[in-house]
């Protein structure tokens, strides 16, 4: 399973109800022998009918390069801060936070310090 003890997608996406403890959830990530990947791991809760949900454990330092989703961002900090920079602004975001970034928005994320963050994606239909 190469380091990682997760339950399989088809088992973690089946049934009508789902309910998640994303500290424990988070505690599990940080705690993966897999090497992280720049410097974050990330688990997706949710797929399904173009909702994507994915939690990230990011440690200090821990980025996102550059990149945009076909749909609605919406990017919750749950522990930590993060930098979330677009052509625009930088955003400074820390615990309880939210940004909304429409369809098409480049942006890039890094952690200033350990973080979790929970990721919704709602691509259009169309």
């Known amino acids: 399973m190469s380091g990682r003890e997760r339950r399989d997608p088809d088992d973690r996406f089946a049934g009508d109800e789902h309910l998640f403890d994303l500290a424990a959830a988070a505690h599990d990530l940080e705690r993966e022998e897999q090497e992280a990947r720049d410097g974050h791991r990330q688990v997706t809760l949710v797929h399904d009918d173009?909702?994507?949900?994915?939690?990230?454990?990011?440690?200090?330092?821990?980025?996102?390069?550059?990149?945009s989703a076909d749909g609605l961002v919406m990017i919750n900090v749950i522990a930590g801060t993060i930098d979330v920079a677009t052509a625009t602004a930088t955003h400074?975001?820390?615990?309880?936070s939210l940004l909304t970034l429409a369809a098409g928005v480049q942006h890039d994320v890094i952690a200033r310090?350990?973080?979790?963050?929970?990721l919704?994606?709602?691509l259009r239909h169309g």
């Not at 949900?53 to 990149?67: D, I, N």
């Not at 400074?92 to 309880?96: L, Q």
């Not at 310090?113 to 929970?118: G, I, R």
């Open 113 to 118: 310090e350990p973080s979790q963050v929970l």
């Open 120 to 122: 919704t994606v709602h």
């Open 50 to 67: 173009g909702v994507t949900v994915v939690l990230f454990a990011f440690e200090a330092g821990g980025r996102l390069g550059s990149h």
């Open 92 to 96: 400074s975001m820390a615990a309880g």
